[in-house]
């Protein structure tokens, strides 16, 4: 069986270095790596490679969400490709959720065994008819997508990172997001239904329970049952939110009335703003407005992800 490793050395503040490092040192079987250099270069080497095989081939990564997010965009509807991640990110929502490789042995015992996978669902988002984009974790719009761009073009992330104190740039992100953010009208449609929201925070759509870093915010959510989960979050205060954040540790955030789960094949969304923030997979990916209907599906059997934890 083929390997190739796609690393992104910065995943993680500098993570994704450090674990390519010890995986190089230790790794006995023959493989092929590439280093992603700059923002949608992953999918850029992944698709390359995809293109070429005519062979069943393992594709590992070493990153974060993101990283994850560019590679499976470049594979989805190969058969012949089989993810394997070994986490290097910040947030590493994938892992809590898919099983990854947790060491160098447990790749090389992977490939000389039955090389086990399991097929998976892919989320879809078209933004209007301009952008298609998947998601394999999660999507969003409104308050956490608008954190994820504070996060990428803030300078201060830059500065807590130098210092070694990288970890704390998302702390920093949710507070001055908290202040900042305007919160949005929101309309939901699926077939003959329609949901009206007022003051949303935000609107995620999940593959997965896992989003922002650890929060298992739609519980219900499973990457094979053909079904997208959506979760709003609307009608509540600032202090209220934060309240919100910390019970989603307990899985207590289902009581809230003010959070609304939907579960569905296919949901179209309209924001009643001019300016709402959009982000797949934690990568941003600019602004929808009450112009864009934001159309939400997902498609079973797209990608194919080692079988369990090794
Ligand atoms: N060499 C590079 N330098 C800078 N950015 C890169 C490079 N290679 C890839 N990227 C970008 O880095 C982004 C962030 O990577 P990734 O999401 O893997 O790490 P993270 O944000 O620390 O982890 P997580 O998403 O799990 O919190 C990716 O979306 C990718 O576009």
């Given at each position: ?166 970890k704390l740039s998302y ?100 924001v009643g703003d001019d ?36």
């Amino acid at each position: 069986m083929q390997i190739l490793i796609i690393v992104n050395e910065s995943a993680g503040n500098g993570k994704g270095r450090k674990v390519w490092l010890r995986l190089q040192q230790q790794l006995t079987i023959t493989y092929q790596v590439a280093f992603t250099e700059y923002e949608g270069h992953g999918q850029e080497i992944a698709k390359k490679w995809a293109q070429q095989q005519r062979d069943p081939m393992l594709l590992v990564i070493v990153g974060g969400d993101g990283t994850i997010h560019e590679v499976v965009s470049g594979v989805v509807h190969n058969k012949n490709i089989i993810i394997g991640v070994v986490r290097a990110g910040s947030g590493n929502d994938f892992a809590r959720f898919f099983p990854v490789f947790h060491n160098s042995s447990q790749i090389e015992h992977y490939v000389k065994s039955a090389k086990a996978s399991t097929i998976k669902d892919v989320g879809i988002i078209h933004l209007g008819n301009k952008q298609k984009e998947i998601f394999v974790n999660n999507a969003g719009i409104g308050f956490d997508a608008h954190v994820t761009k504070l996060i990428n073009t803030s300078r201060l992330k830059l500065f807590l990172n130098k210092i070694g104190l990288g970890k704390l740039s998302y702390a920093v992100a949710v507070i001055r997001g908290l202040f900042r953010f305007h919160r949005f009208d929101v309309i939901v449609r699926a077939d003959e239904q329609e949901w009206q929201f007022q003051q949303a925070w935000f609107v995620a759509m999940s593959n997965q329970p896992y989003f922002g870093g650890g929060m298992k915010i739609t519980p219900a959510a499973r990457a094979d049952d053909g079904l997208v989960d959506i979760t709003i979050v609307h009608g509540i205060s600032r202090i209220k939110l934060l309240l919100v954040f910390v019970t989603v540790f307990f899985e207590k955030h289902t009581k809230f009335k003010e959070i609304t789960f939907l579960q569905g094949q296919h949901f179209d969304i309209i924001v009643g703003d001019d300016q709402v923030d959009c982000h797949t997979d934690g990568n941003y990916i600019g602004v929808v407005n009450e112009e864009t209907t934001i159309r939400c599906t997902v498609q079973q059997n797209a990608w194919q992800v080692i079988d369990k934890d090794c």
